[in-house]
């Protein structure tokens, strides 16, 4: 008898259920007694078989952690297709999330009955894949082409209530999935309703796929499964028979599970699921989180204020004056309000959080309740160490005092006050309530539980938290300098900006390092330019000044309407400044440079290559804990593109020594530069990667 599933009879209907938790996936053994259940029912002379899942969900999918190695007897499209052969009356009834395979499974079955808080969906191409057990045949037959292509190409997940006007559902009804389920089919028995195979039902008319494929492969920035998954949707219309679409559904289906684009996009999805699982905070309680207090109401602060208030927490906002805080209230209203125009909040909610549960002051006193507070004020060493000690002054005991610092020696914060192992880092990333990382920054007193706290923060905000150790720019922006630093060498060698910028968005970043600079403001890198140079260049540090002089012209990006590119306001996006180039070959004559031609391909070789060194030094140091923590900080906070799943995943994906061997070879060119890490190179002498530290 399986363990996973169990079977019962209930007079003529065998009961089928998943007992795999915690979300049922299909993996060998569910695969094993799903098959040895109808088997038995068919055996026993049962005329009806009911699917469902026990625990909070019908299968969410094929086992995930199988993928990649050698599969095991029987395959899911094989069950699937014997499910619906079975001359016995297969019913589902689905609950929680009934997901790829799962859904499937579903759809194999010959009714489907859900309550109505289930979500079903194709989400496959997110993982790099398409549906492989006939979800690309029987989708388009039940639920026509166009569903079947926003479903599988986009892995939305839709609700059952849709899902029953799509036709994927045949019924939606309160109560048990058992007991929903057993009525459904009774019912379905005493009206003598017969068996309803999906592939028995006609092919539907054929569409545009060459169309429909160029425009799915656009969306996909760089990622391939999605429009793949058209092909074999096309196949479910063109194919000569139902078994003819589902052997190429198989074929695109191998194909892209042998594809880097699917290691990357598996990595990444179990990497944000451990990413904020830290072994030493296991059995630690955070403190309590009823109250939060934010310092500083600017960009920052104002989105950090929004992002706890939209998470139903109320918030005490502390600015200089009273003009200061309205502009805050009046940021934060802004940013309030474009959640009800997304349709993320009610009308109703938005008013109850602006007349209830923000309230704004410019006396510290107000935060003595507050659990934690969250300073965002100026970048200064001075006037942030004014603050903690304020802090420390008013708030009481065992309150969390964080910083939003990006890049001061927080252990310095800390030491402003009494108590610093209250003290933490939450490096929020701008727009604070829309960008989904958090980086929660560790400093050599920080509590245990003030840690624990942290996370527990960054859950209830649903941040993607990541554990990180005080240096300058902890992960993200210590790494992005080494990678932006990389990027103005090689505009002084002969690339343009421009060319830089298009072969990263090639490439699958959201946007080039260039129109980034000019969306965060260039005057930010032109403060640490003057900062660095003033505490002393290293010996044989390259140094570029065209950036400085845009600024000097009062350009500083997006805000002042010039950068890199011209902006004219109501457009997206800018056209590039021709203020620019004169300004880079003036500083490449001055340098003596003779420029000389980049490929893109050299381009990303080099930015990815100077990034994974920086961040195998921040691996190496302790700054991440795993490789897999950096990966998450590119990901989340800096637009890198998912499907390679992560700097480090791109790097053990190209290989290691290739890697080195590059940064020795042009280190002869720029030895200051082009400095191994040595975890880098202890990792290949060892025949290592970077997943051997994530797995360890
Ligand atoms: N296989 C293996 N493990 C899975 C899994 C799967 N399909 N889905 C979830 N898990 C694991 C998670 O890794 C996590 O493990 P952990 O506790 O050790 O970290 C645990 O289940 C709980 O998952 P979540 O933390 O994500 O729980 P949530 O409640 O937040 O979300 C979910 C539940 C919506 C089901 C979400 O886990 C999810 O989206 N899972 C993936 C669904 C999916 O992509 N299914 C398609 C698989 S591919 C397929 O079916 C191919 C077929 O066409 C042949
Ligand atoms: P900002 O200049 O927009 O806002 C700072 C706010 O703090 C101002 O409104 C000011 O009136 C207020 N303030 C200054 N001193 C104060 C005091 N003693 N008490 C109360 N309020 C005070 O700055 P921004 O961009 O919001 O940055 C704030 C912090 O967040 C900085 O430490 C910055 O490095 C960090 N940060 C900034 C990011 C960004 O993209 N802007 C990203 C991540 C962190």
């Known amino acids: 008898m399986s363990q996973v599933i169990g079977y019962e009879r209930v007079g003529d209907i065998a009961v089928l259920a998943a007992q795999n938790p915690p979300v049922n996936a299909l993996g060998m053994d569910v ?35 199988e993928f990649g190695k ?18 016995l009356l297969v019913v589902s009834s689905l609950h929680g999330t009934a997901l790829g395979g799962g859904l499937e499974v579903a759809l194999s079955s010959h009714y489907r009955i859900a309550v109505p808080s289930a979500k079903l969906g194709l989400p496959e191409v997110n993982l790099g894949i398409l549906p492989g057990a006939g979800g690309t045949q029987r989708l388009p037959r039940v639920a026509g082409v166009q569903a079947a292509l926003d479903m599988i190409t986009t892995g939305r997940h839709i609700p059952a209530p849709e899902a029953l006007e799509m036709g994927v ?44 494929y160029e425009a799915v492969l656009k969306k996909g920035r760089g990622q391939l499964s999605p429009a793949v998954a058209v092909r074999a949707i096309q196949a479910a219309c063109e194919a000569e028979s139902f078994a003819a679409g589902q052997a190429r559904e198989r074929e695109l289906f191998m194909d892209l599970m042998a594809s880097d684009q699917r290691k990357g996009l598996i990595h990444a999805f179990f990497s944000e699921r451990a990413v904020s699982k830290l072994p030493e905070l ?115 005991d065992g309150a969390v005092l964080a910083t939003n610092t990006s890049y001061l020696d927080i252990n310095e914060i800390a030491q402003a006050t009494g108590r610093p192992g209250d003290v933490i880092g939450l490096h929020f990333f701008s727009p604070a309530h829309v960008m989904k990382l958090l980086e929660i920054v560790v400093a050599d007193d920080s509590a245990p539980d003030v840690v624990a ?14 554990r990180a150790g005080v240096c300058d720019g902890f992960i993200g922006n210590r790494i992005l300098s080494a990678y932006r630093a990389c990027a103005d060498h090689m505009v002084l060698d002969g690339a343009s900006p421009y060319q830089i910028d298009k072969a990263l968005t090639d490439f699958g970043f959201a946007m080039g390092p ?161 400095q191994p890490a040595p975890l880098l190179e202890e990792l290949v002498a060892e025949g290592r990667d970077f997943e051997s530290l994530n797995t360890a």
Not at 70 to 87: G, K, N, T, V
């Open 70 to 87: 050698p599969p095991q007897d029987p395959f899911l499209p094989a069950l699937c297709d014997r499910i619906e052969a079975s001359p």
């Open 31 to 65: 695969r094993r007694g799903l098959l040895a259940g109808i088997e038995r029912a068919e055996a026993e002379g049962a005329r009806a078989v009911l699917i469902y899942g026990q625990g909070r969900t019908y299968f969410a999918g094929a086992d995930i952690r």
């Open 169 to 212: 559902l045949d019924r939606v009804q309160d109560g048990d999935p058992r007991q929903i389920g057993l009525d459904y089919v009774a019912e379905l028995l005493a009206a003598g309703a017969s068996r309803r195979p999906v592939c028995d039902m006609p092919a539907p008319a054929p569409i545009d796929f060459d169309a429909a």
């Open 282 to 396: 296991a059995g630690i309680e955070p403190r309590a989180l009823q109250q939060i207090g934010v310092i500083g109401g600017g960009t920052m602060g104002a989105g950090i204020a929004t992002s706890a208030l939209l998470a139903g927490l109320p918030v005490t906002l502390v600015e200089m004056s009273q003009d200061a805080a309205h502009t805050a209230r009046d940021r934060i209203a802004a940013n309030l309000s474009g959640a009800v125009k997304r349709g993320k909040l009610s009308q109703n909610a938005h008013d109850d959080i602006l007349g209830n549960r923000l309230a704004l002051a410019t006396d510290y006193d107000a935060l003595r309740s507050a659990d934690l507070v969250i300073e965002a004020v100026f970048e200064d060493m001075e006037v942030k160490k004014q603050v903690f000690t304020h802090l420390d002054a008013v708030c009481k």
């Open 453 to 466: 706290t942290g996370f527990a923060l960054g859950k209830r905000l649903r941040k993607v938290s990541v």
């Open 514 to 674: 260039f129109a980034v600079s000019d969306l965060a403001g260039l005057d930010i890198g032109w403060a640490t330019r003057k900062r660095k140079r003033a505490a002393g260049l290293p010996e044989g540090a390259r140094d570029s000044t065209y950036a400085d002089r845009l600024c000097e012209a009062g350009h500083f990006g997006q805000k002042t309407g010039k950068g890199y590119y011209s902006y004219t306001s109501g457009q997206r996006g800018g056209v590039p400044n021709p203020e620019v180039i004169p300004l880079i070959e003036a500083d490449r004559v001055a340098q003596g440079i003779t420029p000389r031609v980049f490929s893109e391909d050299e381009i990303v070789r080099r930015y990815m290559v100077a990034m994974v060194n920086e961040a195998a030094r921040v691996v190496g140091e302790g700054i991440a804990r795993r490789p897999l923590d950096v990966d998450m900080v590119l990901l989340y906070g800096y637009g890198f593109p998912r499907f390679w799943g992560g700097p480090l995943k791109w790097a053990d994906i190209q290989g290691l020594p290739d890697i080195l061997s590059d940064i020795r070879e042009w280190s002869k060119e720029d030895a200051c530069f082009w």
